[in-house]
């Protein structure tokens, strides 16, 4: 399938621009942060948990257990960026993995990156999607990437959905489609917002890191207390 020119997304999809203050609205804000070696466990746990139908629409076939190990193995931190939503319990609810070609796709044409999307079936329609993208964007932008592209199936409809409200130019052949968005440039404010939510995500990872380490020391309490006091209790007469 050839490459289409992307259209240029209308200015309300410019997910830099909002005011950095916006990110501070519970209402509104999910804490994403950056996914690193460290966490290919997670990624791994996160993948295997999905549905042979949910896999099937990520990878584009039914990915087996093995064949998602070996993707999760694959993951070059270093040259790609992955994005990840916990959930309070630390679990690895929605992850988003923007693959950068390390040479050009197009000659002569600016530089792309590929977005790929999971999120979990307990975790569906809270937006989560939908905030990867918008961060995805963020970040691409910042680092002069000119354009985002997803290549999907074709019946993957809520993430083709998501595409053509940034205002994505969506190519279908088949059973796939493709979709290219062209970003904006970076601006200090779209600087300002990634560092600023990167930095709060962080702040709520450790807040829920913290809390999941006393409620694990409140419930050993709680079994030490009961076993006190079966052993305190009267022999039967």
Known sequence: MSAPAPTEPPESADAGARSWLATL?????????????????????????????????????????????????RLDFHRDELLGIFNRRLELVAMAHLAYDPAPQRPGKPAMV???????????????????????????????????????????????????????????????????LRLPHDTLSSHVDEAVERHLAEVDFELKRHLRTLRRWRDRLRRLKARLRGTRRPPAA
């Not at 070696?37 to 257990?65: P, T, V």
């Open 25 to 73: 609205r519970p209402a509104r804000w999910v804490p994403i942060r950056p996914l690193a070696q460290r966490h290919r466990r997670r990624i791994l746990e996160h993948l295997l948990s999905l549905s042979e139908r949910d896999r099937y629409l990520r990878f584009g076939y039914a990915a087996s257990d093995a064949q998602v190990q070996i993707y999760a193995e």
């Open 114 to 180: 590929e977005f790929g999307v999971s999120v979990l079936a307990q975790a569906r329609g809270k937006g989560m999607g939908q905030r990867l993208f918008d961060r995805a964007i963020l970040h691409a932008r910042n680092r002069g990437v000119g354009t985002l592209f997803i290549h999907a199936l074709t019946e993957n409809t809520p993430m083709l959905r998501i595409a053509r409200k940034a205002g994505a130019k969506v190519e279908r052949e088949g059973s796939e489609s493709e979709a290219w």
